[in-house]
């Protein structure tokens, strides 16, 4: 079968394309909690869960995933939660947000007791620190 520029599904086709294709996300979580103390990190999506986690004391957990990428960026809707436990400690957050993360490909995040701090605009140089919300504590 020959392909003919005049088989009008091609626009269709690209466009599905175009829709299914995303941009490939790291997410890197660092226990920062000190004391020694495991931080135990379950993350979620409203298409995936990705399962309880336990990271060591100062070390790395990460995942990757495509986000839902559309031709008007902004309008990416992938958002991942997370919580976290340590000792009595219960907390939760928005890992990636789409929307507050536009640009973000290798997204870091530190977790204290504090709060989370991410290193993604300028990795090392510029983080966004966070209290934990009281509201979900």
Not at 10 to 33: E, K, S, T, Y
Not at 62 to 88: A, E, I, Q, Y
Not at 105 to 122: A, H, L, N, Q, V
Request: aromatic share 14%; charged share 20%.
């Amino acid at each position: 079968m020959a392909f003919s520029t005049k088989n009008s599904s091609l626009p269709v086709v690209f466009f599905m394309l175009l829709l299914a294709w995303g941009d490939c996300i790291v997410v890197r979580i660092n226990n920062n909690i000190g004391q020694g103390t495991k931080l135990t990190v379950r993350c979620q999506s409203g298409d995936d869960d990705l399962g309880k986690h336990v990271i060591p004391p100062g070390g790395e957990w990460d995942f990757t995933f495509s986000s839902n990428w559309r031709p008007w960026p902004w309008r990416s809707s992938t958002l991942f939660h997370c919580s976290f436990s340590w000792g009595r400690e219960f907390k939760r957050f928005d890992i990636y947000d789409a929307t507050r993360d536009r640009g973000c490909e290798d997204c870091k995040w530190s977790i204290s007791p504090d709060g989370p701090c991410g290193d993604m605009i300028t990795p090392n140089v510029c983080s966004l620190c966070y209290s934990w919300p009281e509201h979900l504590a």
